[in-house]
Protein backbone atom coordinates (compact mmCIF):
# COMPACT_ATOMS: atom_id res chain seq x y z
CA UNK A 1 0.00 0.00 0.00
CA UNK A 2 2.71 2.79 0.96
CA UNK A 3 3.80 2.04 -2.69
CA UNK A 4 0.88 2.18 -4.20
CA UNK A 5 0.34 6.03 -2.54
CA UNK A 6 4.08 6.71 -3.26
CA UNK A 7 3.09 6.60 -7.07
CA UNK A 8 0.37 8.70 -6.40
CA UNK A 9 2.09 11.72 -4.88
CA UNK A 10 4.83 11.30 -7.01
CA UNK A 11 2.86 11.70 -10.02
CA UNK A 12 0.92 14.16 -8.70
CA UNK A 13 4.22 16.14 -7.11
CA UNK A 14 5.56 16.27 -10.27
CA UNK A 15 2.13 17.79 -12.23
CA UNK A 16 2.28 20.06 -9.71
CA UNK A 17 6.04 21.44 -9.84
CA UNK A 18 5.39 22.11 -13.74
CA UNK A 19 2.32 23.71 -13.35
CA UNK A 20 3.93 25.99 -10.40
CA UNK A 21 6.71 26.43 -12.68
CA UNK A 22 4.58 27.66 -15.58
CA UNK A 23 3.36 31.38 -16.19
CA UNK A 24 0.24 32.29 -14.24
CA UNK A 25 0.16 36.11 -15.86
CA UNK A 26 -3.67 36.94 -15.28
CA UNK A 27 -5.85 36.51 -18.52
CA UNK A 28 -8.54 38.56 -20.25
CA UNK A 29 -11.36 36.13 -19.29
CA UNK A 30 -11.89 33.57 -16.77
CA UNK A 31 -9.50 30.33 -16.95
CA UNK A 32 -12.53 28.11 -16.39
CA UNK A 33 -14.90 29.84 -18.75
CA UNK A 34 -16.89 31.28 -16.03
CA UNK A 35 -16.15 32.48 -12.78
CA UNK A 36 -17.33 29.85 -9.80
CA UNK A 37 -19.84 30.50 -7.21
CA UNK A 38 -18.47 31.03 -3.76
CA UNK A 39 -21.40 29.31 -1.98
CA UNK A 40 -21.74 25.80 -3.63
CA UNK A 41 -17.56 25.78 -3.03
CA UNK A 42 -18.15 26.56 1.09
CA UNK A 43 -20.67 23.86 1.03
CA UNK A 44 -18.97 21.33 -0.96
CA UNK A 45 -15.70 22.12 1.07
CA UNK A 46 -18.11 21.59 3.99
CA UNK A 47 -19.35 17.96 3.33
CA UNK A 48 -15.93 17.06 1.98
CA UNK A 49 -13.86 17.91 4.96
CA UNK A 50 -17.04 16.79 7.18
CA UNK A 51 -16.22 12.97 5.97
CA UNK A 52 -12.38 13.12 5.44
CA UNK A 53 -12.25 14.11 9.23
CA UNK A 54 -14.77 11.16 10.41
CA UNK A 55 -12.68 9.01 7.80
CA UNK A 56 -9.27 9.96 9.99
CA UNK A 57 -10.79 9.58 12.93
CA UNK A 58 -11.44 6.25 11.93
CA UNK A 59 -8.15 5.16 10.31
CA UNK A 60 -6.66 6.09 13.54
CA UNK A 61 -9.16 4.33 15.86
CA UNK A 62 -8.50 1.29 14.27
CA UNK A 63 -4.70 0.92 14.14
CA UNK A 64 -3.99 2.89 11.01
CA UNK A 65 -5.07 0.39 8.37
CA UNK A 66 -3.41 1.30 5.22
CA UNK A 67 -5.59 -0.08 3.12
CA UNK A 68 -7.95 2.99 3.93
CA UNK A 69 -5.43 6.02 3.10
CA UNK A 70 -6.53 5.65 -0.10
CA UNK A 71 -10.07 7.02 0.78
CA UNK A 72 -8.55 9.07 3.40
CA UNK A 73 -6.50 11.01 0.91
CA UNK A 74 -9.14 11.27 -1.09
CA UNK A 75 -11.68 12.73 0.73
CA UNK A 76 -9.18 15.18 2.00
CA UNK A 77 -7.99 15.55 -1.58
CA UNK A 78 -11.27 17.01 -2.46
CA UNK A 79 -11.67 19.25 -0.14
CA UNK A 80 -8.24 21.22 -0.85
CA UNK A 81 -9.67 21.29 -3.95
CA UNK A 82 -13.12 22.91 -2.88
CA UNK A 83 -10.81 25.29 -1.22
CA UNK A 84 -9.00 26.50 -4.09
CA UNK A 85 -11.96 26.81 -6.18
CA UNK A 86 -12.94 29.15 -3.41
CA UNK A 87 -10.12 31.10 -3.79
CA UNK A 88 -10.11 30.63 -7.70
CA UNK A 89 -13.84 32.47 -7.56
CA UNK A 90 -11.83 35.64 -5.72
CA UNK A 91 -9.07 35.44 -8.61
CA UNK A 92 -10.83 33.65 -11.66
CA UNK A 93 -8.18 34.78 -14.22
CA UNK A 94 -5.27 32.87 -12.14
CA UNK A 95 -3.95 29.96 -14.32
CA UNK A 96 -1.96 28.48 -11.75
CA UNK A 97 -4.94 28.45 -9.06
CA UNK A 98 -7.29 26.80 -11.99
CA UNK A 99 -4.88 23.89 -12.81
CA UNK A 100 -3.66 23.26 -9.47
CA UNK A 101 -7.49 23.13 -8.04
CA UNK A 102 -8.60 21.56 -11.36
CA UNK A 103 -6.12 18.58 -10.74
CA UNK A 104 -6.85 18.16 -7.28
CA UNK A 105 -10.85 17.64 -7.73
CA UNK A 106 -9.95 15.89 -11.65
CA UNK A 107 -7.24 13.31 -9.76
CA UNK A 108 -8.80 12.89 -6.03
CA UNK A 109 -11.25 10.79 -7.54
CA UNK A 110 -8.61 8.26 -8.54
CA UNK A 111 -8.29 7.08 -4.94
CA UNK A 112 -11.96 6.17 -4.36
CA UNK A 113 -11.52 3.34 -7.11
CA UNK A 114 -8.17 2.22 -5.64
CA UNK A 115 -9.97 1.84 -2.32
CA UNK A 116 -13.25 -0.44 -4.40
CA UNK A 117 -10.36 -2.65 -5.69
CA UNK A 118 -8.53 -3.07 -2.26
CA UNK A 119 -11.63 -3.54 -0.29
CA UNK A 120 -12.68 -5.74 -2.93
CA UNK A 121 -9.24 -7.81 -2.60
CA UNK A 122 -9.77 -8.19 0.75
CA UNK A 123 -13.39 -8.90 1.35
CA UNK A 124 -12.70 -12.02 -1.44
CA UNK A 125 -10.18 -13.30 0.42
CA UNK A 126 -11.80 -13.29 3.86
CA UNK A 127 -13.44 -16.53 2.42
CA UNK A 128 -12.53 -20.27 2.77
CA UNK A 129 -9.92 -20.95 -0.68
CA UNK A 130 -12.50 -23.02 -2.10
CA UNK A 131 -15.27 -20.03 -2.15
CA UNK A 132 -12.66 -17.62 -3.48
CA UNK A 133 -11.17 -20.13 -6.41
CA UNK A 134 -15.10 -20.95 -7.61
CA UNK A 135 -16.23 -17.15 -7.31
CA UNK A 136 -13.41 -14.84 -8.06
CA UNK A 137 -12.65 -14.39 -11.96
CA UNK A 138 -9.02 -13.29 -10.71
CA UNK A 139 -6.97 -13.71 -8.22
CA UNK A 140 -7.31 -10.88 -4.88
CA UNK A 141 -3.58 -10.17 -5.21
CA UNK A 142 -3.74 -9.64 -8.97
CA UNK A 143 -7.22 -8.11 -8.94
CA UNK A 144 -5.20 -5.06 -6.74
CA UNK A 145 -2.25 -5.41 -9.13
CA UNK A 146 -4.11 -5.35 -12.32
CA UNK A 147 -6.61 -2.38 -11.27
CA UNK A 148 -4.14 -0.21 -9.09
CA UNK A 149 -1.93 0.06 -12.73
CA UNK A 150 -4.87 0.95 -14.56
CA UNK A 151 -6.10 3.33 -12.36
CA UNK A 152 -2.01 5.00 -11.90
CA UNK A 153 -2.17 5.05 -15.75
CA UNK A 154 -5.43 6.81 -16.11
CA UNK A 155 -4.40 8.94 -13.53
CA UNK A 156 -1.24 9.87 -15.45
CA UNK A 157 -3.29 10.26 -18.67
CA UNK A 158 -5.89 12.46 -17.30
CA UNK A 159 -3.33 14.96 -15.43
CA UNK A 160 -1.41 15.34 -18.49
CA UNK A 161 -4.42 16.21 -20.10
CA UNK A 162 -5.26 18.58 -17.53
CA UNK A 163 -2.43 20.43 -17.43
CA UNK A 164 -2.17 21.15 -21.18
CA UNK A 165 -5.98 22.74 -21.52
CA UNK A 166 -5.15 25.98 -20.45
CA UNK A 167 -2.27 26.08 -22.78
CA UNK A 168 -2.30 29.53 -24.64
CA UNK A 169 -1.81 27.82 -27.38
CA UNK A 170 -5.11 26.71 -28.58
CA UNK A 171 -4.09 23.87 -30.26
CA UNK A 172 -2.19 22.34 -27.37
CA UNK A 173 -5.59 22.84 -25.23
CA UNK A 174 -7.79 21.16 -27.51
CA UNK A 175 -5.29 18.28 -26.98
CA UNK A 176 -5.37 18.43 -23.34
CA UNK A 177 -8.76 18.03 -23.93
CA UNK A 178 -8.63 15.10 -26.16
CA UNK A 179 -6.27 13.61 -23.66
CA UNK A 180 -8.12 14.02 -20.58
CA UNK A 181 -11.48 12.45 -22.53
CA UNK A 182 -9.04 9.24 -23.66
CA UNK A 183 -7.86 8.75 -19.67
CA UNK A 184 -11.64 9.58 -18.36
CA UNK A 185 -13.09 6.50 -21.11
CA UNK A 186 -10.02 3.99 -20.37
CA UNK A 187 -10.94 5.00 -16.52
CA UNK A 188 -14.70 4.22 -17.30
CA UNK A 189 -14.25 0.97 -19.35
CA UNK A 190 -11.56 -0.06 -16.09
CA UNK A 191 -14.29 0.36 -13.61
CA UNK A 192 -16.97 -1.03 -15.92
CA UNK A 193 -14.94 -4.21 -15.61
CA UNK A 194 -14.07 -4.41 -11.96
CA UNK A 195 -17.59 -3.70 -11.29
CA UNK A 196 -18.87 -6.35 -13.26
CA UNK A 197 -16.45 -8.70 -11.51
CA UNK A 198 -18.13 -7.22 -8.05
CA UNK A 199 -21.81 -7.86 -9.50
CA UNK A 200 -20.33 -11.17 -10.23
CA UNK A 201 -19.01 -12.59 -7.40
CA UNK A 202 -21.74 -11.58 -5.29
CA UNK A 203 -24.13 -13.24 -7.60
CA UNK A 204 -21.93 -16.99 -7.55
CA UNK A 205 -21.76 -16.90 -3.98
CA UNK A 206 -25.44 -16.49 -3.77
CA UNK A 207 -25.99 -19.23 -6.15
CA UNK A 208 -23.56 -21.40 -5.05
CA UNK A 209 -22.99 -20.86 -1.46
CA UNK A 210 -26.53 -19.93 -0.40
CA UNK A 211 -25.60 -20.66 3.31
CA UNK A 212 -22.90 -18.35 3.61
CA UNK A 213 -24.77 -15.76 1.54
CA UNK A 214 -28.07 -15.75 4.19
CA UNK A 215 -25.86 -16.52 6.76
CA UNK A 216 -24.55 -13.02 7.36
CA UNK A 217 -25.60 -11.67 10.40
CA UNK A 218 -27.80 -8.70 10.82
CA UNK A 219 -26.48 -5.55 12.94
CA UNK A 220 -29.18 -3.85 15.22
CA UNK A 221 -27.28 -0.22 14.33
CA UNK A 222 -25.26 -1.09 11.27
CA UNK A 223 -25.02 2.49 9.85
CA UNK A 224 -23.71 3.69 13.28
CA UNK A 225 -20.90 6.71 12.61
CA UNK A 226 -17.77 5.91 14.39
CA UNK A 227 -19.35 2.65 15.63
CA UNK A 228 -16.06 -0.20 16.57
CA UNK A 229 -17.31 -3.56 17.25
CA UNK A 230 -16.63 -5.91 14.72
CA UNK A 231 -19.37 -7.07 11.98
CA UNK A 232 -19.87 -10.56 10.39
CA UNK A 233 -22.69 -8.60 7.91
CA UNK A 234 -20.24 -8.77 5.28
CA UNK A 235 -23.30 -8.69 2.72
CA UNK A 236 -23.32 -4.72 3.76
CA UNK A 237 -19.88 -4.28 2.72
CA UNK A 238 -20.70 -6.09 -0.60
CA UNK A 239 -23.94 -3.55 -1.20
CA UNK A 240 -21.74 -0.39 0.00
CA UNK A 241 -19.16 -1.19 -2.26
CA UNK A 242 -22.17 -1.74 -5.10
CA UNK A 243 -23.58 1.97 -4.69
CA UNK A 244 -20.13 3.12 -4.66
CA UNK A 245 -19.46 1.91 -7.91
CA UNK A 246 -22.80 3.36 -9.04
CA UNK A 247 -21.28 6.93 -8.03
CA UNK A 248 -17.77 6.57 -9.59
CA UNK A 249 -19.78 5.28 -13.13
CA UNK A 250 -21.78 8.45 -12.77
CA UNK A 251 -19.48 10.81 -12.58
CA UNK A 252 -17.27 8.99 -14.95
CA UNK A 253 -19.49 9.60 -17.39
CA UNK A 254 -20.24 12.93 -16.72
CA UNK A 255 -16.53 13.83 -17.21
CA UNK A 256 -16.63 12.10 -20.26
CA UNK A 257 -19.69 13.57 -21.81
CA UNK A 258 -18.44 17.52 -20.11
CA UNK A 259 -14.80 16.76 -22.32
CA UNK A 260 -16.77 15.62 -24.99
CA UNK A 261 -18.25 19.24 -25.64
CA UNK A 262 -14.99 20.96 -25.68
CA UNK A 263 -13.45 23.48 -23.01
CA UNK A 264 -16.41 26.02 -23.79
CA UNK A 265 -19.25 23.35 -24.42
CA UNK A 266 -22.30 23.55 -22.48
CA UNK A 267 -21.41 21.28 -19.38
CA UNK A 268 -18.21 23.15 -18.62
CA UNK A 269 -19.67 26.50 -18.80
CA UNK A 270 -22.54 25.25 -15.93
CA UNK A 271 -20.93 23.95 -12.70
CA UNK A 272 -24.63 23.61 -11.56
CA UNK A 273 -23.85 19.78 -13.65
CA UNK A 274 -20.41 19.60 -12.47
CA UNK A 275 -21.74 19.46 -8.64
CA UNK A 276 -24.63 17.23 -9.51
CA UNK A 277 -23.13 14.82 -11.47
CA UNK A 278 -19.78 15.12 -9.96
CA UNK A 279 -18.84 16.41 -6.47
CA UNK A 280 -22.08 14.98 -4.81
CA UNK A 281 -22.50 11.59 -6.76
CA UNK A 282 -19.20 10.78 -5.29
CA UNK A 283 -19.91 12.48 -1.63
CA UNK A 284 -22.75 10.53 -1.22
CA UNK A 285 -21.74 6.98 -2.46
CA UNK A 286 -18.02 7.38 -1.04
CA UNK A 287 -19.30 8.34 2.12
CA UNK A 288 -21.08 5.20 2.88
CA UNK A 289 -18.12 4.23 4.58
CA UNK A 290 -18.06 6.55 7.00
CA UNK A 291 -20.87 4.51 8.10
CA UNK A 292 -19.83 1.17 7.04
CA UNK A 293 -16.46 1.33 7.99
CA UNK A 294 -14.61 -1.46 5.75
CA UNK A 295 -12.08 -2.97 8.90
CA UNK A 296 -15.50 -3.76 10.81
CA UNK A 297 -16.67 -6.55 8.62
CA UNK A 298 -12.98 -7.86 7.08
CA UNK A 299 -12.63 -10.94 9.39
CA UNK A 300 -12.21 -14.36 8.39
CA UNK A 301 -15.88 -15.98 6.98
CA UNK A 302 -17.04 -19.62 6.77
CA UNK A 303 -17.95 -21.59 3.37
CA UNK A 304 -21.43 -22.61 3.21
CA UNK A 305 -19.95 -26.61 5.28
CA UNK A 306 -19.00 -24.00 8.03
CA UNK A 307 -15.50 -24.78 7.82
CA UNK A 308 -12.96 -21.93 8.43
CA UNK A 309 -10.32 -21.23 5.99
CA UNK A 310 -7.15 -22.35 7.56
CA UNK A 311 -4.17 -19.98 6.54
CA UNK A 312 -5.86 -17.84 3.94
CA UNK A 313 -4.22 -15.65 1.46
CA UNK A 314 -3.17 -12.25 2.30
CA UNK A 315 -3.97 -10.05 -0.32
CA UNK A 316 -2.02 -7.19 1.12
CA UNK A 317 1.55 -9.25 1.22
CA UNK A 318 1.12 -9.90 -2.84
CA UNK A 319 -0.32 -5.81 -2.86
CA UNK A 320 2.81 -4.38 -1.17
CA UNK A 321 4.84 -5.68 -3.55
CA UNK A 322 3.18 -3.76 -6.97
Known amino acids: MPNLIGRYLLLFCALLSIVLAADSTDNQQPIGGYIPKKFPAFVALAVYGQSAFICWIQYFRFGRPSYMLTLTLGMTGMSVGFALRILLAGSPYNETIYIVEDLFILLSPCAFLATDYVIFSRLASTFDVNVVSSTLLIRPGWLVRIFVWSDVITFFVQATGGSMETSHNV ?43 HAAHQDRTPFK ?98
Request: with cysteine; hydrophobic share 45%; glycine share 10%.
Open 171 to 213: NAGKLGTKVSMVGLGLQLVSFLFFTLLLIVWGWRIKSRFPNLW
Open 225 to 322: ILKKDPSSNWRLLFWTMCFTCVGILIRSGFRIAEFAGGYNGYLAEHEGYFYLFDSLALWVTMSLYCFVWPPRFLEPHTDGSGIKMAGRMDPSREFLNV
